[in-house]
């Protein structure tokens, strides 16, 4: 019984964490710190980035100037490749994932 109430309170600690905001370029994990000057893929940093994810396998990621990190949601992200968004979710550090509530 007392690891299920340890178990439950663990789980609640987890779900309350609570949602960041992060500023960065969105690329992907082959060129993660946006700079798309040795694969260019395509004439824009955009083109470069959904072809990479396209062609690849890579995922896109968000890169705030020092650090990337991989954004759990793989299908928004892409209207917004090579720009600069701010994406609220919640930050796993030890993993470096974002798990996306919006980008805008």
């Known amino acids: 019984m007392k690891f299920l109430c340890a ?23 082959e060129c993660f710190d946006a700079n798309h000057a040795l694969m260019r893929m395509g004439d824009t940093d955009a083109e470069c980035t959904t ?3 396209a062609a690849h396998g890579a995922s896109y990621v968000l890169f705030d100037g020092k650090n ?4 759990s949601d793989q299908k928004s992200p892409e209207k917004f490749a090579g720009k600069k968004v701010t994406v609220v ?4 550090a030890k993993t470096k994932t974002i798990q996306v509530v919006s980008i805008h």
């Open 7 to 29: 178990l439950l309170l663990a789980g609640g600690a987890l779900q309350s964490a609570s949602p960041q905001t992060v500023t960065g370029m969105i690329t992907e994990s």
């Open 51 to 53: 072809a990479c994810v």
């Open 68 to 71: 990337a990190y991989t954004l």
């Open 89 to 92: 979710g919640t930050l796993d």
